[in-house]
């Protein structure tokens, strides 16, 4: 069974401060995705990843894909209370493969 | 540019009634179609996937069925509806082993 780990599972921080999400596997994938979801939507895409060691960079998130196509990292800087919501990681293996979801509540 | 809908937004049935949800693509060909049930706030369960007309791949046994009637079609059903599948039922396309864009989701609640 393929699975996908992603940490932590609640996060709750004040704005202003930075925080990582992390996705571990066993798996390889050929690319990893990271999506944000707000309640009652559908997931929005934020990034795809592809290459390992890649590092893309949307504003104050940075999205890293580890040497080793396993595993990737969602990293924010000076949180702000818009950046809350339900981070999901997705790898794919010819199906995405989902992690559990990181609920990130940003206070003011 | 694509878009994918998905109706009712919305849905409170009675155990043992039937179940239609449906989700259409448009701006593409061909796309490959998923259904997902999420619990509240946890990740995302892969029920069925389509890469094309007719063609349904079932990822866990359960009380649910897909069908995909049309290139940019795809329909969640269930003759009888359990307690169990009230959820948060979510479609999404893809292109050929590329990323997955979802819909907004339907809110089933089975009383």
């Known amino acids: 069974t393929q699975l996908l780990e992603q940490s932590p599972q609640f996060l709750s921080i004040q704005e202003g401060e930075n925080l990582t999400v992390y996705c571990n596997s066993s798996s390889v994938f050929s690319s990893l995705q990271w999506y944000r979801q707000e309640p009652g939507e559908g997931p929005v895409l934020l990034v795809t990843v592809v290459t390992g060691g890649e590092v893309k960079k949307l504003k104050r998130l940075t999205f890293q894909f580890g040497d080793a196509r396993k595993d990737s990292s969602l990293h924010i800087t000076a949180a702000q209370t818009g950046d809350t919501g339900l981070y999901l990681c997705?790898?794919?293996?010819?199906?995405?493969?989902f992690g559990q979801g990181t609920t990130l509540q940003v206070k003011p | 540019s694509q878009t994918i809908h998905q109706w009712p937004a919305t849905l409170v049935q009675p155990v043992g009634s039937p179940l239609s949800l449906e989700c259409t693509v448009e701006g593409t060909s061909n796309p490959n179609l998923y259904w997902y049930r999420q619990a509240a706030g946890r990740g995302l369960q892969l029920l069925f996937y389509?890469?094309?007309?007719?063609?349904i791949s079932s990822e866990v046994p359960q009380n649910l069925s897909a069908s995909r009637p049309q290139d940019r079609q795809f329909i969640l059903s269930s003759k009888k509806l359990l307690l169990s599948d009230s959820g948060f039922y979510l479609c999404?396309?893809?292109?050929?082993?590329?990323?997955?864009?979802f819909g907004p989701g339907t809110r089933l609640t089975v009383l």
């Open positions: 389509s890469v094309g007309i007719g063609q």
């Open positions: 997705a790898g794919n293996t010819g199906k995405l493969i």
């Open positions: 999404a396309w893809s292109a050929i082993l590329d990323t997955q864009y």
